[in-house]
T-cell receptor
Framework: GENVEQHPSTLSVQEGDSAVIKCTYSDSASNYFPWYKQELGKRPQLIIDIRSNVGEKKDQRIAVTLNKTAKHFSLHITETQPEDSAVYFCAARETSGSRLTFGEGTQLTVNP | EAQVTQNPRYLITVTGKKLTVTCSQNMNHEYMSWYRQDPGLGLRQIYYSMNVEVTDKGDVPEGYKVSRKEKRNFPLILESPSPNQTSLYFC????????????FGPGTRLTVT
């Protein structure tokens, strides 16, 4: 089955700096890669996703890049703000669509 | 309002006492899943269902049961809870197809003593 590894487990940045979180996956058949943000005590919520036929996707201050050959994808947050502080999860979904495998999560702290 | 609901939100119980956590969605989604979240381990899938009467094991199914008798409901059953099942549980749903967003319920924090 799919295995997703996520790094780093914790990340601390100054407000206004950029943050990058990286994930690798094992199953070359995976074709959908979402990123979720989970604030303390709340449910995970989708912030951006990318399909395997796309190399990069951007939505305002957040972007995701995908390298299918290397089987890794990354989340980029620019101009970070304190409200970006949360746990971020990457995930990969198999082609069959039945399984979504998550990384272990990254605790991002943005210091004012 | 489109949503996934779970009940109860918090539960403290004792080892061996059967319990059920309910999950319901009002979006007519085909896919429903249960996850458990533990520190440092991310979200791990327990069971999933692709439609009514179709369920399959996820990564950590031991000690859990599910059923999908109606499209909107997907209860999680712990027949004989043990302390290692103390965790935060999330139900989720999404439409059929690979590229659809998955919506999570608010979570159920379970403590087994």
């Amino acid at each position: 089955g799919e295995n997703v590894e996520q790094h780093p487990s914790t990340l601390s940045v100054q407000e206004g700096d950029s943050a990058v979180i990286k994930c690798t996956y094992s199953d070359s058949a995976s074709n959908y890669f979402p990123w979720y943000k989970q604030e303390l005590g709340k449910r995970p919520q989708l912030i951006i996703d990318i399909r395997s036929n796309v190399g990069e996707k951007k939505d305002q201050r957040i972007a995701v890049t995908l390298n299918k050959t290397a089987k890794h994808f990354s989340l980029h947050i620019t101009e970070t703000q304190p409200e970006d502080s949360a746990v971020y999860f990457c995930a990969a979904r198999e082609t069959s669509g039945s399984r979504l495998t998550f990384g272990e999560g990254t605790q991002l702290t943005v210091n004012p | 309002e489109a949503q996934v609901t779970q009940n109860p939100r918090y539960l403290i119980t004792v080892t061996g006492k059967k319990l059920t956590v309910t999950c319901s969605q009002n979006m007519n989604h085909e896919y429903m899943s249960w996850y458990r979240q533990d520190p440092g381990l991310g979200l791990r899938q327990i069971y999933y269902s692709m439609n009514v009467e179709v369920t399959d094991k996820g990564d950590v199914p031991e000690g859990y049961k599910v059923s999908r008798k109606e499209k909107r409901n997907f209860p999680l059953i712990l027949e004989s809870p043990s302390p290692n099942q103390t965790s935060l549980y999330f139900c989720a749903s999404r439409p059929a197809g690979s590229f659809y967003e998955q919506y999570f319920g608010p979570g159920t924090r379970l403590t087994v003593t």
